[in-house]
DNA sequence: GTAGGGTTAG
């Protein structure tokens, strides 16, 4: 047939076939169109839309389904893919590798389990199958398992290797990643690739440069290495060590070198220009990346959307939005891009009529704005967004849920953080950095034993962060004997303090009239653990020695502290003048308050109320006049009597 | 349409 194509052309052969014979040639051409379509819609990501065109055509074939089940299989939708893998006609060796690979890319061991149990059914098994059972046991943490189906394999290729690579460096295990490594038969270029990026993600950088080095040095020069050389440069500019970035990019050669055997191997690519970009845009030197944008003779959307995060990142949004603009085809990533800057930028309204206007929205498409609704501290929109995403079929994960904590912090709606609570139990696993949120909102909304259940919940893994919410949910709710127990329990699993830890420390003291504790604690920060006191640190020592009635201590403190007091600081102090009826420092800390916020009613308050208690009526009277003088408006919340 | 390796957004 093919031959007769060629020598007749199309028409010709149309001509001349039984008219039957011509539709099924018309239809076939047409199923391959359609099947085309559906997987370029799936690799853009429009799943959703794939799937109406596949449930509308007339005809499908294997390939038809096959497309179908990979476009779930890649969204992470096991059930419905496994719904098309039971309804399909046909099952060819095809679907029952996607399907495998499907339930191993899904975490939890009972979707491994059953990924293991399809494998044993299959018809027949080819080395494709062997190896997405070995990858899909590596990524599960179960090395032991793809070690023993490797080597019970009938017939290994270098794919086979490389995944045990993978394997061994996902699970931290460098030694034996290495050692694998050395003793292989055949090595290619995903090789040497994979091991290059798994000794990066495991922090050993030099390491990975030594091998890289002595492969370059030693090997046949039949491999392209511009593969793991991009992958270091990439790994050196994430870590910020930009010199080594650059000297790795130096070696790559210009994109059109000669011919001889070096020059082949490492001739520089468009990843390997981003990549340099990129380490440049870390560093914060925009404008090296800048120069290297315009140099590059050939441009991906990747360079456009590195250097456009670039200037998102130095708020330059009109640079940033003009690039976007100018490109060949900006796409969802490149949008994102923009959301994110103008809703760090303050910028809600923009963000939002970017946001808006997307041609597609993917998952980090909504958790950018609702993030930036929640960091703008427009708690409302991000509850509305919350709801939107839901109505249109997007599924909250980790990042999503962590905004909405934080919001039902900001309103402090106790209802409304326990229905996320619950959600997020059966979306995020159950040690995850979501727990931090949720202390943090439990202990806000004055649910400490909540905070706290959450907080014994967490078996495997507690991070500085989450002993600094609990520590600090005890101290804000006055609980100081709990802070300074935790702060002890922490110390004995070694978690190092950060200056956030001392601040709840000095707090709880403050609370609870510890001003010796208090002195120590803070004497301690700074000798053991080297952390250097902030102006939080001393607003709290000042609240320290002012409940105590050390107004004078306090007050010297203020002098010498080298930082120029605010807000909290006299703060402090005023309210331990009330405490003490010292109307002398008291003037001294509400001039100081009133000159900091003229608007705020809170020092006149208080002034006012001291005055009071002491019958000196005719001061509290001042207060108040010139209060209505400088058109100052009592709030609600602040009482003229105690 | 299926297995391993590189860069960008939350």
């Not at 992470?76 to 309804?87: C, S, T």
Request: glycine share 6%; with cysteine.
């Amino acid at each position: 047939m093919a031959t007769m194509y060629g020598r007749l052309g199309r028409r010709n052969i149309l001509q001349q076939l039984p008219r039957i014979l011509c539709r099924h040639i018309h239809n076939s051409s047409r199923l391959h169109q359609f099947n085309k379509f559906i997987s370029n819609l799936i690799r853009s990501g429009r799943l959703s839309e794939a799937r109406a065109l596949f449930d509308s055509m007339e005809h499908r074939n294997t390939v038809t389904w096959n497309s179908m089940i990979s476009g779930y299989v890649h969204g992470r939708e096991i059930v419905k893919a496994r719904q098309l893998f039971d309804e399909m006609p046909q099952r060819d060796i095809v679907s029952w590798n996607l399907i495998v690979s499907g339930y191993f890319s899904c975490r939890g061991s009972r979707f491994v389990e059953e990924g293991r149990k399809l494998f044993e059914l299959m018809p027949q098994r080819d080395c494709i199958s062997w190896n997405t059972v070995i990858s899909g046991y590596a990524k599960n943490g179960k090395m032991e398992q793809a070690l023993k189906l490797f080597n019970a394999m009938p017939e290994r290729n270098v794919v086979s290797s490389n995944a045990v690579i993978s394997g061994f460096l996902l699970n931290g295990d460098v030694h034996s990643a290495v050692g694998f490594f050395k003793k292989m038969p055949e090595r290619d270029s995903a090789s040497l690739s994979a091991l290059i990026s798994g000794l990066v993600r495991n922090g050993e950088l030099d390491m990975a440069a030594g091998i890289l080095h002595k492969f370059r040095s030693e090997d046949d020069g039949k491999d392209d290495l511009v593969h793991a050389y991009n992958t270091l440069i990439a790994g050196y500019g994430q870590r910020g060590q930009l010199e080594e970035a650059r000297l790795l990019f130096d070696e790559t050669l210009d994109d059109r070198g000669g011919e001889n055997k070096d020059q082949r191997r490492l001739r520089r690519n468009v990843v390997s220009w981003n990549s340099m970009m990129m380490s440049y845009v870390k560093a914060g030197d925009i404008v090296s990346a800048r120069e290297l944008f315009d140099r590059m003779a050939e441009r991906d959307t990747c360079s456009w959307n590195t250097v456009i995060s670039g200037y998102v990142q130095i708020s330059n949004m009109d640079e940033a939005s003009k690039l976007c603009r100018e490109m060949p085809s900006p796409d969802v990533l490149s949008w994102n891009s923009i959301v994110s800057g103008f809703a760090h930028n303050g910028n809600l309204n923009l963000a939002k009529d970017f946001f808006e206007k997307m041609p597609h929205k993917n998952l980090i498409s909504w958790n950018t704005m609702i993030a930036g609704y929640e960091k703008n501290e427009d708690y409302k929109g991000a509850i509305r967004l919350f709801s939107q995403m839901q109505l249109e079929g997007e599924r909250p994960d980790k990042h999503t849920l962590s905004s909405v904590i934080s919001v039902c912090t900001g309103l402090v709606d106790l209802y409304l953080g326990r229905q996320i609570h619950q959600l997020a139990t059966k979306i995020v696993l159950p040690d995850s950095p979501i727990n931090n949120s949720l202390i943090t909102m439990y202990s806000r909304c004055g649910a400490i034993a909540d905070a706290c259940t959450v907080f014994n919940e967490i078996k495997l893994y507690k991070d500085v962060i989450t002993w600094n919410a609990m520590i600090g949910g005890y101290a804000s709710h006055g609980l100081a004997a709990e802070a300074l127990e935790l702060f002890k329990l922490m110390k004995t699993f070694k978690i190092h303090p950060t200056y956030i830890t001392f601040i709840s420390v000095l707090n709880a003291c403050a609370h609870a009239g510890l001003v010796e504790e208090g002195r120590m604690q803070f004497k301690s920060m700074i000798t053991d653990y080297g952390i250097e006191p902030r102006i939080e640190h001393f607003a709290s020592l000042v609240d320290i020695l002012g409940r105590q009635g050390q107004l004078k201590e306090a007050m010297d403190l203020i002098n010498t502290m080298p930082f120029r007091p605010d807000k909290a600081v006299w703060g402090a102090l005023l309210g331990a003048c009330k405490v003490h009826n010292n109307v002398e420092l008291a003037l001294v800390a509400a001039d100081a308050l009133i000159r900091l916020e003229p608007e705020s009613s809170a020092p006149y308050v208080l002034l006012y109320n001291m005055y009071a208690n002491l019958g000196q009526w005719d001061d509290a009277e001042s207060v108040r006049m010139l209060m209505e003088e400088k058109n100052v408006k009592k709030q609600a919340g602040y009482s003229w009597v105690d």
